[in-house]
C-alpha cells in the first residue's frame, strides 16, 4: 500500500495557530475530508480533492478515508482544534477496527491546539493545576454520566473544561450542569465562556457561577471552570500551581 | 509601557510542532527567559539576550521577565509544551499578583501542544473520550490529594493523563500511583509510557496495568492511562467516543 492517512488538527481557527507539521501533510494531500465549515478553511488547488461532509457522519467520513488511502490516495481528514479531543482519531480507529486488512495502512494522527488550551491562554492561565475535559454532549453517552462525572470531579476540585456545552437537541442539558455546579462548587466559583476562540469573532468573559447563564454558551464556545483557588489578577483569571 | 510579555508554548520537542505565531514572538524579542534546555532550542541572533535559568525557579523567572518588559523589552518566557499546563503561565499571573502596577502591561499567552496531546496522538487516540490531566508531583501538593484524585478520576471512569510521574525527590510516589490505580482500575487496564515524544528519542510503549512498573517512567515520561473502554486496534491504542 503506497497510500498513507493523516488526521491532523487544524486548531481553534487562527492560521497563526497550524503547526508546520500540518501545513505540510496539506500540502502533500491529494485528498482532504473532514466537515464543512473545517474542509471550507483548506486553500482548493489542482490535484487535491475535496471532500467536506456533515457533522455527525464520522464513521462514515473515516471508513471513506480508509478506502482512499488504501487505494494510494495521501488523504488527510481535517479537524479542528485537536484530532484527539473530542474529534475525527477515535471514530477513525473505530472504523479501522472493521478493517484488519488495513492495519498496516501508514497512519499518522498529527495533534494541533485544541480550544481549551486556546481559550485558558487568552483567559489567562485557568487550566494551570490539575484539570478534566468533558464532553457535554449527551449524544454518546447517557446524561446520568455527565452528572456523575460532574460530581466526582467537583469533589478532586478539578478545574474542568467543558467542549459541547449546548447541543441544538438538548439545550437544557448545560442549564442542568450549571444549576448541579451551583450546588457543589457554590455560587463564587469562576466560569469563563471562550467564544470563536482565536478567531476576530473572539469573546472571553469571566463571571462567578452564580451570574453564569445558559445562554452565555453556544456551538461555538469552550467553557473553563475554575478550582476552588481560582482567581482574578488584572484582567486575567489563573489557578495557583499550588494546592492546600 | 512600550514593552510586552510572551509566555509561549514550544510543544513537545519537534520544530514542526511549533506553531507560526511563537515563531514569529521569538522572532520579534529582546529578551528570552526559560529553564535551560528550553531556551537552548532558541537559535541565538544578535539584538537578543537569553537567559537560561534552573527548574524551580519559576518565579524568579516570572519576576525577572515582568521587570524586563516593565523596562520597554519585548520578553518571551518558552515553557515546554503549551505554557497553560503545569508550566510558566501561571507562575507568571502569581508574580504580576504582586505587582498591580503593571496589571496593564501588554501580555499574551500563546499556546502550544502539551505533552498529553501528542504522546496520545503518536499512541493512537488513548485521550478521545472524556479525560483527566493530573500532575503527580508532590512538590505542590500533598501526595493525599494526589491519592484522592485518582480514585475519584477512576470513579469517574476518566481517561487520564500524568505529567511528571516520577521526580527524582520522591521515586516512590509514582509506584503508590501505580498499585493504587491496579487495585481500582484492575489488572487489564491498558497504559502507555510515553518519553521524549515527537523527538528522535521517542518511545511509545503500552502495556496493561499488571505489567506496568514504575521505572517504564522517567523525568522526559508522559503517562497515558486509559479508561474501561480502552482497547487495542492494530498497533494503535484508543478510547471509543461512547460510553455505556
Known sequence: MSGWLVVAGLGPGAEAMITPEVTAALA?????????????????????????????????RAQHAL?????????????????????????????????????????????????????????????GHDFCCLNLSDN??????????????????????????????RPEGFARALDLLREVCGPDRLITFARAVSTP???IRTVTLAAATPGMADMRTVVLLGNS????????????RSAP
Open 140 to 169: 454518546l453517552k447517557p446524561w446520568a454520566l455527565i452528572e456523575t462525572r460532574l460530581r466526582l470531579a467537583a469533589a478532586a476540585d478539578l478545574a474542568m473544561a467543558f467542549y459541547n456545552p449546548r447541543s441544538r437537541a
Open 201 to 203: 469573532a473572539q469573546e
Open 67 to 127: 478506502a482512499l488511502a488504501a487505494a494510494g490516495g495521501r488523504v488527510v481528514i481535517v479537524s479542528s482544534g485537536d484530532p484527539g479531543v473530542f474529534a475525527m482519531a477515535s471514530a477513525l480507529f473505530e472504523a479501522l477496527e472493521a478493517r484488519p486488512d488495513l492495519y498496516g495502512l501508514e497512519i499518522r494522527i498529527l495533534p494541533g491546539i485544541t480550544a481549551m488550551l486556546a481559550a485558558a491562554a487568552a483567559a489567562g492561565a485557568p487550566l
Open 28 to 60: 502533500q494531500a491529494t485528498d482532504v475530508l473532514g466537515y464543512i465549515p473545517y474542509v471550507a478553511r483548506v486553500a482548493p488547488r489542482a490535484g487535491l480533492t475535496l471532500h467536506p461532509s456533515d457533522n455527525r457522519e464520522e464513521l462514515d
Open 229 to 240: 483557588q481560582t482567581r482574578r489578577v488584572g484582567p486575567w483569571v489563573y489557578t495557583p
